[in-house]
């Protein structure tokens, strides 16, 4: 028996190694000179140089500007909109509350990802087809983040409230003075979930932008692949896609712990 | 009284409704807009030929029914989701079991499961063309001992969804692994003890405690990686076009298709709406049937 769970081990350590080997395999060919990319040798020379033809061939350093404009961007005013809905539905009475909830509810049944085509065509309306306002306009309010918040605010207890209120603070001061420091690890939760995910975003960013300026490093990438069919260019389109997910899984390496905690509660509503 | 409770019921109506608005705009403009736009437009006839929208009523509806390859998509989808949920559902549970337990390289084995959930689909979609690819992908040269080095993964419409249901579990499993890691915190350890001292055998624990258990996290798992099978498309674009003789092609694809390179907005339209559908069935399977457990409020 005991064997038998020697051997269970070892057969998942062994998944693990297996989990790991697509990220090894393409940072082996992105750090691998482009003369050996389909060489079935194994040799030990290692070079920069596709990174370097990368950075220099594609304008990389504006695409992950676009990215981190547009991720926090939307994550900024998320915090607004999300901490203002999450009070409201925490510690305020009033009608129609349980119809204001089942609207919010509504996006995270329907979420955004499925809507992309009906979404275009108002993003065509408003006129802002080609911009980074157009990628972020759709997630800068999440039910997702309202309910988390709210579970937390819940919480806090209600002398705080009164407290503050003796202390001549309105409710809009509790909201931001109060509850908002005292969620700090909620919304790191929330952040770290949005974060990823407007990082990684695809298919939205793609069809609302066609220029240089306005697309996020994901579109990037993607364009840069299909320029590349030819498995000459192997090293390069390793090496560009090794640019796009860096800065993610270095975070990730750094903070696990914060990240699996946060993605935990990606599944709490 | 009266009226001084009526003036304090307005004023926490009107702070309630004040603090709402932003999120109810935007909730408003992207979601229900959109959604009834998009029921609207799908019953009419807008695409290159007739470029103002012509009412056609049902047209669009009964058009998508007689579509050979509107069937192999769903097809597709519903083979898709059967390959993937099961599959990477059972893997996560066992996945969580050993993290849980391993004491030793903790950190090695989460980050090697869990760091494909925080890769883009776009960048995960490179990464196994590299490992598909005919001769010199990682996969054919390993295959190549067995004398399979040819197979074209991509380009074989036999094979191709099973390389997307692999690329998917691989991607996926990790991240349900969190869940069901966190469920295990949940399961009381004088349970374990008492099975412990009454020498109960390993598997038994396991049938009778553990996985009972868990069975509200692995029904919410069920949920999303269901959902996931609707809505993960990005890696498509790159690897296969939904192709080879759409082999590979799934709703949300086929939805982009009609939009962006057919410009058949009319049927693109009516799509979303069979797409709504779905993934309002999956939401009410989740709030009538399968989520007692956990309450909204």
Redo the contacts between chains.
């Keep these: ?1 005991r064997y038998l ?1 020697k051997l ?2 070892l057969c ?2 062994a ?3 297996l ?5 090894l ?2 940072i082996w ?1 992105a750090i691998r000179p482009k003369s050996e990319a ?1 060489s ?1 040798r194994i040799t030990f020379d290692f070079t920069f140089d596709n990174f370097v033809n990368v950075w220099q061939a594609v304008p990389f350093d504006q695409y992950l500007v676009n990215t981190l404009i547009i991720v926090v961007g939307i994550f900024g005013v998320q915090l ?3 901490t ?2 999450a ?2 539905f925490a510690r ?4 129609g509350k349980s119809v ?2 089942l ?20 993003i065509g309306e408003m006129g802002l087809i080609d911009t980074k306002l157009a990628i972020m ?2 997630f ?2 999440s ?1 997702f983040g ?2 988390l918040l709210r579970q937390a605010f819940m919480g806090i207890p209600m002398d705080y409230d009164e407290a503050a209120t003796m202390e001549g603070l309105s ?1 809009w001061q509790i909201i931001w003075r109060i509850y908002f420091p005292l969620g700090r690890p909620v919304y790191m939760a929330f952040g770290l979930v949005a974060v ?1 995910y407007h ?5 939205w960013p ?2 609302v932008t066609n220029s240089v300026e306005n697309r996020p490093v ?1 579109v990037g ?2 364009i840069f ?2 320029s590349m069919e030819t ?1 000459a260019q ?1 090293s390069e ?2 090496a560009a ?1 090794l640019i ?2 860096l800065p ?2 270095l975070a ?2 750094v903070f ?1 712990r914060q ?2 905690n946060s ?2 509660h990606s ?3 | 009284m009266i009226a001084l409770n009526n003036s304090r ?1 307005l004023r ?2 009107a ?3 004040l ?2 608005l ?6 408003g ?7 009834y ?2 029921l609207l ?1 799908g019953f009419y006839r807008k695409d290159i030929t007739s470029f103002t929208p012509e009412f056609i009523g049902l047209e669009n509806y009964a058009t998508m029914m007689r579509d050979a390859t509107f069937w192999k998509v769903m097809f597709n989808n519903i083979w898709f989701a059967l390959g993937t949920v099961p599959t990477s559902i059972a893997l996560a549970l ?2 969580a079991l ?1 993290a849980n337990r ?1 004491t030793k ?1 903790s ?17 995960v979609a ?6 598909y ?1 005919p001769e ?1 992908g ?1 996969l054919s ?1 390993l295959l190549k001992y067995v004398g399979k080095g040819g197979l074209n993964w991509l380009g074989d419409p036999d094979l191709v969804m099973w390389a997307m249901i692999i690329m998917i579990i ?1 991607k996926e499993a ?2 349900f692994m ?2 069901y ?2 469920g295990l915190q949940n399961v009381p350890k004088d349970l374990y003890e008492a099975a412990d001292m009454d020498g109960v055998s ?1 598997w038994t624990v396991f049938r009778k405690i553990t996985f009972p258990l868990l069975m509200p996290t692995t029904l ?2 069920m949920i ?1 990686a269901l ?1 996931n099978s ?2 993960w ?2 890696h498509l ?2 690897m296969t076009k939904g192709g080879p003789d759409n082999a590979s092609n799934l709703l ?1 694809f086929y ?2 298709e009609h ?2 390179v057919f410009w058949d ?1 009319g049927m ?2 009516a799509l ?1 709406v069979v ?2 559908i779905l ?2 069935f999956l ?1 009410a399977l989740q709030f009538f049937g399968l989520d007692r457990k ?1 309450h ?2």
Excluded: C, E, H
Aim: avoid cysteine; hydrophobic fraction near 65%.
């Design positions: 028996m769970i269970a081990y998942m350590f998944v693990s190694v989990w790991a080997v697509p990220l395999w393409i060919m389909l079935p607004i909109t999300v203002m809905a009070y409201a305020v009475n009033f009608i204001i909830f609207i919010f509810l509504m996006q995270i049944m329907v979420p955004n990802d499925i809507l992309i085509f009906p979404n275009y065509l108002i306009l759709p800068l309010a039910s309202v309910f409710r990823s990082w990684n975003n695809f298919l793609l069809i994901t990438l993607a692949g299909l498995g192997w389109v390793s896609t796009v997910i993610l899984l990730f390496l696990q990240f699996l993605f935990m599944g709490i509503k | 019921a926490n109506n702070f309630a409704w603090l709402l932003p999120s109810l705009v935007f909730l403009l992207f979601t229900f807009y959109p959604m736009k998009t437009l066992v996945m050993f391993v390289a950190y090695w084995v989460r980050t090697a499961f869990f760091s494909p959930t925080i890769l883009p689909m776009i960048a490179n990464v196994w063309l590299f490992i690819t010199y990682l040269r691989w990790g991240y969190i869940f890691l966190a390993g919410f798992v999303v959902t609707f809505k498309v990005d674009w790159s949300l939805i982009y939009a962006f907005q693109a339209a979303t797409m709504i993934m309002l939401a956990i909204y409020n």
